[in-house]
T-cell receptor, first 117, second 111 residues
Framework: DGGITQSPKYLFRKEGQNVTLSCEQN?????MYWYRQDPGQGLRLIYY???????QKGDIAEGYSVSREKKESFPLTVTSAQKNPTAFYLC????????????????FGPGTRLTVT | DAKTTQPNSMESNEEEPVHLPCNHS???????IHWYRQLPSQGPEYVIH???SNVNNRMASLAIAEDRKSSTLILHRATLRDAAVYYC????????????FGQGTRLTINP
């Protein structure tokens, strides 16, 4: 079945350690996204990528890094510089819109819940 | 990015229609109106989107005001599985879709 997978579902790390969250999609989508969600809040965009080897910062990119070496993969690294890394992280993908047509639908993965102590 | 305003919470009964309102008074001509919903501990799920005309799909209907400054998501016959947080989001039509999620409306369905 086509979809987005994120692993692991739960991740625990000690403060000061970098951690990489996995996101893989087999939907053949060009665009991929990383969001962060804190309890009781909406999602906030961290990074997004429209094509391979290209990505842009979202609204809260500080303390995070990404790479897009393959179309199907968009890993997110939470670095030790991120002051409040404990959160629910969601990856999504979509086909970019073109003139006159919205991409209209992002497909989301199941998320990774990161706890840093 | 244009912002949306939604009630924090709403409650309805099973098998009754639900109307979820959204205000977006600063919407631009190139903004599509999208609705997503999120069940507890899951990723959001696309529900419906529209530009100017009312839209229907198997999940819901979207009614858009003539001036486009507000819209309403309609669940015709709510079930317990429709209990979720519903987000109304504006997004441009081209390129990568940078969704800006507000706090949404938490919908409770009573049996």
């Amino acid at each position: 079945d086509g979809g987005i997978t994120q692993s692991p579902k739960y991740l625990f790390r000690k403060e000061g350690q970098n951690v990489t969250l996995s996101c893989e999609q087999n939907l053949n989508h060009d665009a991929m996204y990383w969001y962060r969600q804190d309890p009781g809040q909406g999602l906030r965009l961290i990074y997004y990528s429209q094509i391979v080897n290209d990505f842009q910062k979202g609204d809260i990119a500080e303390g995070y890094s990404v790479s897009r070496e393959k179309k199907e993969s968009f890993p997110l690294t939470v670095t030790s510089a991120q002051k409040n890394p404990t959160a629910f992280y969601l990856c999504a993908s979509s086909t970019p819109g073109t003139a006159g047509r919205s991409s209209y639908e992002q497909y989301f993965g199941p998320g990774t819940r990161l706890t840093v102590t | 990015d244009a912002k949306t305003t939604q009630p924090n919470s709403m409650e309805s009964n099973e098998e009754e229609p639900v109307h979820l309102p959204c205000n977006h008074s600063t919407i631009s001509g190139t903004d599509y109106i999208h609705w997503y919903r999120q069940l507890p501990s899951q990723g959001p799920e696309y529900v419906i989107h529209g530009l100017t005309s009312n839209v229907n799909n198997r999940m819901a209907s979207l009614a858009i005001a003539e001036d486009r400054k507000s819209s309403t998501l309609i669940l015709h016959r709510a079930t317990l599985r429709d209990a979720a947080v519903y987000y109304c989001i504006l997004s441009h039509i081209q390129g990568a879709q940078k969704l800006v999620f507000g706090q949404g409306t938490r919908l409770t369905i009573n049996p």
